[in-house]
């Protein structure tokens, strides 16, 4: 599995379900829940939408990810994607989101 949501952190807001382009996501009681992640193609859709950060990205080992996790946060055009490594420490990329597609 490449994404995990936390329930305890999910609004419900159903924005991931909706950009989920394997349909996988769905809100059940207010939660959002994968029924199938086996089948996530790890595109990260949903955790760029997610407004609260509920939905983490596992990095695989052959891209250095070795147990790490990733999220991001949306403040205004910027995304901040945060890295949080296996031994502890973060590592924050910032992207503007106008600039994304630049080169």
Do not use: F, H
Not at 16 to 21: F, H, K, L, Y
Not at 87 to 101: F, L, S, W
Request: hydrophobic share 30%; glycine share 10%; net charge neutral.
């Amino acid at each position: 599995m490449s994404v995990k949501i936390d329930t305890d952190k999910c609004v419900g807001c159903g924005r991931c379900a909706s950009v989920c382009p394997g349909t996988l996501i769905s809100v059940e009681n207010g939660k959002a829940v994968m029924n199938y992640p086996k089948d996530c193609w790890g595109c990260v859709s949903c955790v760029k939408e997610c407004p609260c950060c509920a939905i983490k990205y596992y990095l695989g080992a052959d891209i250095g990810g070795k147990g790490s996790v990733l999220s991001v946060k949306q403040d205004g055009e910027i995304l901040r994607w945060t890295v949080e490594k296996a031994d502890g420490t973060t590592e924050v990329i910032e992207i503007n989101r106008k600039d994304a597609n630049k080169y």
